[in-house]
């Protein structure tokens, strides 16, 4: 496993962007995979954007495409999501994960390093 290390939480007002960058403590992502998920307040986790390590290919959710932008930096070893447009809604423990599966990548279960997590407060 990958020892994951988030960072660029904050508390900001609607409207206003952040930059969240997730770094591999051992220097290095080797997976084939990696997203973005976050955890609301009572709620599950939800998954945001995938990126394939590689290639560069993203895919989003729904409630985030067109807003949020997942990217992978492979000289500095670091994925990030740049977040725009920020409503209340966003608020929540926002979690990078790497995953070795091509397979399902929407899917919490196929990702196996997760970080601790980095908390975002948007306030209205």
């Known amino acids: 496993q990958v020892q994951l290390v988030e960072s660029g939480g904050g508390l900001v007002r609607a409207g206003d962007s952040l930059r969240l960058s997730c770094a591999a403590s051992?220097?290095?992502?080797?997976?084939?995979?990696a997203a973005w998920f976050r955890r609301a307040p009572g709620e599950y986790r939800e998954f945001l954007a995938a990126?394939?390590?590689?290639?560069?290919?993203?895919i989003y959710a729904d409630s985030v495409k067109g807003r949020f932008t997942i990217s992978r930096d492979n000289d500095k070893n670091t994925v990030s999501l740049q977040m725009n447009n920020l409503t209340p809604e966003d608020t929540a423990v926002y979690l990078c994960?790497?995953?070795?599966?091509?397979?399902?990548?929407?899917?919490?279960?196929?990702?196996?390093?997760w970080g601790q997590g980095t908390p975002v407060t948007v306030t209205g």
């Open positions: 051992s220097g290095t992502f080797t997976s084939y995979g």
């Open positions: 994960a790497t995953t070795d599966s091509a397979l399902s990548p929407r899917e919490s279960f196929r990702y196996d390093s």
């Open positions: 990126i394939t390590l590689r290639s560069g290919r993203a």
